[in-house]
């Protein structure tokens, strides 16, 4: 079986959840199946992932490594907030994880950062 090689030139999205259910951002299991749905949603294929839960009620931090690149969460449910990092290159679409991550966390607002990744720019020479 032979892979096809993925373009460096990819897409990272940042983006910052403010104001969701503090029950939707302690739980590793959920966080990681709603990871897992944005990343088939943006048609990604998923190689691995760990997620840590810092105790009862408290935040996760986790991430899904994929062959595209990958995806990451942060949360705080004592502030109502989550950051994710979405970068994907190749054919994927990280808007639509994007959009799944954020239909289920439910956020009162976001701010979402997006970066081009693996694009050549001219260089200027120094004298």
């Known amino acids: 079986m032979t892979m096809a090689a993925h373009r460096p030139a ?4 940042l983006a910052d959840f403010h104001g969701v259910d ?6 590793s299991a959920d966080i990681d199946a709603l990871l897992r749905a944005g990343a ?10 760990h997620f ?5 009620a ?7 490594l994929l062959a595209e690149s990958h995806i990451s969460i942060h949360t705080w449910p004592e502030y109502g907030f989550a950051a994710a990092d979405i970068f994907m ?10 959009r799944v991550i954020e239909l289920a966390l439910k956020p ?16 200027i020479k120094l004298p």
Do not use: K, N, W, Y
């Open 52 to 56: 840590h839960s810092f105790g009862e």
């Open 10 to 13: 990819g897409i990272h999205l």
């Open 89 to 98: 290159c190749g054919d994927a679409q990280p808007q639509l994880a994007l």
């Open 40 to 49: 088939q949603a943006a048609g990604a294929r998923i190689l691995h992932s």
């Open 58 to 64: 408290m935040g996760v931090t986790g991430v899904l």
């Open 108 to 123: 009162a607002s976001r701010v979402v950062q997006t970066i081009e990744r693996g694009v050549a720019q001219v260089a």
């Open 22 to 27: 503090p029950a939707l951002l302690t739980t």
